[in-house]
Structures are given as structure tokens and as C-alpha cells.
């Protein structure tokens, strides 16, 4: 059975105030609810939500070799199986950053260890032997983890292939950002990840963000998201996202809004969609101006 079109989303002319929540198939409350917002939740916890996810599509992803309404170089949104084409204009909501030592490809692929906290392994101190992917040689290697990521130092340059310390490192860093989008209060918000040779891009938002956080929060921000042709480390061809300062949010009802999903997610953390398939999503290989030490500021 054919999938059904997912249409480019048409946005609104772009710095009017946005549509209030209610619009969004999001009803007004009456003040005598207000005090009871949450109760039913209890028996839940983050692992029992999931938020859809916002793909950079590439020439390669499922959704362009298996529909016909899609493209290399929009933006998918999973749940509302909707494609933006940039640029579109988003607010950040919450941002995490966490560490995942992915199996190669080559080998099988999944996850082998996970920290989503972007400190502590899961599992800790974990042996792993594995065959890396061709392109990375081919050999069998050790991986091991240790309590935290900085212990194991498996997010350090030369630990994909301990036999060669110009080799990427074995554990992928990912920058999540859960989006809301001012201009389409109807879509949900979704999470957008940058890693591997996106993570520069994701570095600098995040100064830019932390430049403007000085003066008010990060779902108060809006920033232009929009996809180019960049090439990796090995030559590959792929799309890359760059986010741009776009004004601030001038909706106080949608502000709010933000406000109450932002203490959501930093109280629940956010379970992504799908989290496996991001493996295999964009072409392998660090970039060049990710060899700074984790952690340390980038400016």
C-alpha cells in the first residue's frame, strides 16, 4: 500500500506572532483545572514517552529511496510525516547532549553502550570486541568502557582504532535539541540531532545560544534552521544544518507554552524516536574541527 504524501509544509509569512496554543487543536483550560495540570502522569516515567524526530534528509534515507513527495536536503518531521523545506524558523525548547558507542556497521551495528546523561555508561566498565567497518580498516578491536565517558576516553581522537591515533573517536557524541515551530503550532515539537560531522555547526549554536541566554531563555529564542551540501572527511557528499539568531518570541501565550514543556522535558529527559536508526543516518567520519578536547568551550 502506498504511503501517504507527506507535503511540504507551507509556513506562515514568517515574523508575525504565532498562533496561540489553543490553536494548535490545544483547547483553553478553565483557572479551575489549572491546579490539577499533570495528575493522571503518575504511574509514568520518561521512558514511557517518546518525541518524534526532525531528519536532515539525505540521498540515502529511508524516506527518500521509499516515497516520491520527499527530498535530499528537507527536513522530515516523524510523526506528522510532514517535510519542511528551508529554511523554517524554530525555538529550541530543551537541548541534552549524550554519548552512544554504536557496533560498526560492518559487524552488525546497534548500540553497544549508551550515556545519556552525557557522563555515565551504560553498561560501565564493559568489554566490546569488535570488527570495525572496511572504510576504517577492518580490523578487531577492543573497546572498553569505564564508569564515566571521560574515564574510558572513548570519546578522544584515536580510539575508533587504537592502532592509529589520527582515527575518529570510537564513541559518537549528539547534541539533541527538542524544536518547537512558532510558525506551525499545529506540528509537535521534534527532536534534531547533530553529530558526527554536524556537531561543529551544533557547537556554534550553542554559543550562540549561551551569548543570548545572558538576557533571557532558550525558549524565547528563535533561530533560522536551514540545510547546505557540505563533504565529510572522506570525501562524501551530505547535507549539513547551520542555525542563524532570528528575533525573539513575541507570543506571551506561546511563550508559556515553551516555558511548561521546557520544565517538562528537564524533569522527565527526553526518550528520542527511533534513537537506532540514527547510526547509519549520516555519512561516517568526524569532522576535521571536532579535534578539540570534548568539552572545552568553542566560541
Not at 121 to 128: D, I, K, L, S, Y
Not at 234 to 248: M, R
Not at 277 to 283: D, F, N, R
Request: net charge negative; hydrophobic share 35%.
Amino acid at each position: 500500500m502506498a504511503r501517504p504524501a507527506a507535503k511540504p509544509a507551507e509556513p506562515r509569512e514568517q515574523h508575525l506572532p504565532a498562533v496561540p496554543p489553543q490553536a494548535a487543536g490545544l483547547p483553553a483550560v478553565p483557572d479551575w483545572m489549572k491546579g490539577d495540570a499533570g495528575t493522571g502522569l503518575e504511574g509514568l516515567d520518561s521512558s514511557d514517552y517518546e518525541i518524534p524526530r526532525l531528519k536532515l534528509l539525505q540521498g540515502l534515507s529511508a524516506e527518500v529511496k521509499e516515497r516520491d513527495d520527499t527530498r535530499a536536503g528537507w527536513f522530515f518531521h516523524s510523526a506528522a510525516e510532514t517535510c519542511f523545506k528551508e529554511p523554517f524558523r524554530a525555538v529550541p525548547i530543551f537541548i541534552d547532549r549524550r554519548f552512544i558507542l554504536w557496533r560498526p556497521l560492518d559487524d552488525g551495528g546497534g548500540i553497544l553502550a549508551r550515556a545519556d546523561d552525557g557522563v555515565h555508561w551504560v553498561p560501565a566498565n564493559a568489554e566490546f570486541d569488535v570488527k570495525l567497518d572496511k572504510k576504517d580498516g577492518g580490523q578487531r578491536v577492543k573497546w572498553k568502557t569505564a564508569k564515566t565517558v571521560k574515564e574510558s576516553g572513548l570519546a578522544e581522537w584515536g580510539t575508533l582504532n587504537p592502532a592509529d591515533t589520527t582515527s575518529s573517536p570510537a564513541a559518537t557524541l549528539m547534541l539533541n535539541y527538542v524544536l518547537a515551530f512558532p510558525d506551525h503550532p499545529d506540528i509537535p515539537p521534534a527532536v534534531f540531532t547533530f553529530q558526527r560531522t554536524s556537531i561543529p555547526n551544533g557547537k556554534k549554536l550553542n554559543s550562540k545560544i549561551r551569548v543570548a541566554a545572558a538576557r533571557m531563555p532558550i525558549f524565547g529564542m528563535v533561530f533560522e534552521f536551514r540545510a547546505y551540501e557540505d563533504t565529510n572527511r572522506n570525501g562524501q557528499k551530505f547535507f549539513n544544518c547551520t542555525a542563524t539568531a532570528d528575533g525573539v518570541l513575541q507570543d506571551r501565550e506561546l511563550y508559556q507554552h515553551y516555558s511548561d514543556l521546557h520544565s517538562q522535558f528537564k524533569t522527565t529527559g527526553i526518550n528520542i524516536k527511533d534513537v537506532d536508526s540514527l547510526q547509519g543516518e549520516e555519512p561516517g567520519g568526524e569532522a576535521p574541527e571536532q579535534r578539540s578536547r570534548e568539552g572545552a568551550p568553542e566560541i
